[in-house]
Each structure stands twice: as structure tokens, then as C-alpha cells.
Nanobody, 121 residues
Framework: QVQLVESGGGLVQAGGSLGLSCAAS????????MGWYRQAPGKQRELVAT???????NYADSVEGRFTISRDNAKNTVYLQMNSLKPEDTAVYYC???????????????WGQGTQVTVSS
């Protein structure tokens, strides 16, 4: 079994900051890309940011310059530091990992359970 467990969501005022973390655990052989996605009420899930095992990052235009994604490969953990938050950042944030399971090395995408981020105006 593989689990992704997120933490760090909450309520913050516009202009504030929040940090999210997501730890992957279980029968993992290797983790390729990890990322964060979000889904606001009535909207489709959208990409926020991704990071490869080598540290290459990709951001949605809407968060570029405000959010920073990072990872600790030794801990199988990905982080999202969110600064200058806006009310439109309000959403459920989901962690995602593209990984290979042990011992089969079968590759798949796994999701966390989601954590709520609410930004008040």
C-alpha cells in the first residue's frame, strides 16, 4: 500500500502565508514527479506546481512568484510554501506523486486526501 498524507492547510487572511507538506509512505521503490493540485468549489482540479526528482519545477501562471514547491527525497516529502495568498487561492489542495511501487516497480499516480486552504478577504 502507498499513502500520501497532507498537512498544513487552514484559514489565513489575504496577503498571508501558509505551508503545506505531503509525505509518501508504504511500499515505494522510487518517486518521480511530485506535485500539488487544487480544486475550488464548482471548478475542475487544476495543477498548482510540480517538481521532478532532480528538482526541476513547474508552476501555474496564477501562482508563479508567490508559491514555492520543494521536496526532500530522503523523506519522500513534498512541500508547498504559499505567500501573498489571495481569496482566489481558496481550494482543496491535493498532493500527487508519480511513483514506482516495490517490489513490482509498477508505476502509477497516487493522490492524497486533500487539505482545505481558505483565504479570507
Amino acid at each position: 500500500q502507498v499513502q500520501l498524507v497532507e498537512s498544513g492547510g487552514g484559514l489565513v487572511q489575504a496577503g498571508g502565508s501558509l505551508g503545506l507538506s505531503c509525505a509518501a509512505s508504504g511500499s515505494i521503490f522510487s518517486i518521480n514527479t511530485m506535485g500539488w493540485y487544487r480544486q475550488a468549489p464548482g471548478k475542475q482540479r487544476e495543477l498548482v506546481a510540480t517538481i521532478t526528482s532532480g528538482g526541476s519545477t513547474n508552476y501555474a501562471d496564477s501562482v508563479e512568484g508567490r508559491f514555492t514547491i520543494s521536496r526532500d527525497n530522503a523523506k519522500n516529502t513534498v512541500y508547498l510554501q504559499m505567500n501573498s495568498l489571495k481569496p482566489e487561492d481558496t481550494a482543496v489542495y491535493y498532493c500527487n506523486a508519480d511513483l514506482s511501487r516495490a517490489p513490482t516497480i509498477l508505476r502509477g499516480r497516487y493522490w492524497g486526501q486533500g487539505t482545505q486552504v481558505t483565504v479570507s478577504s
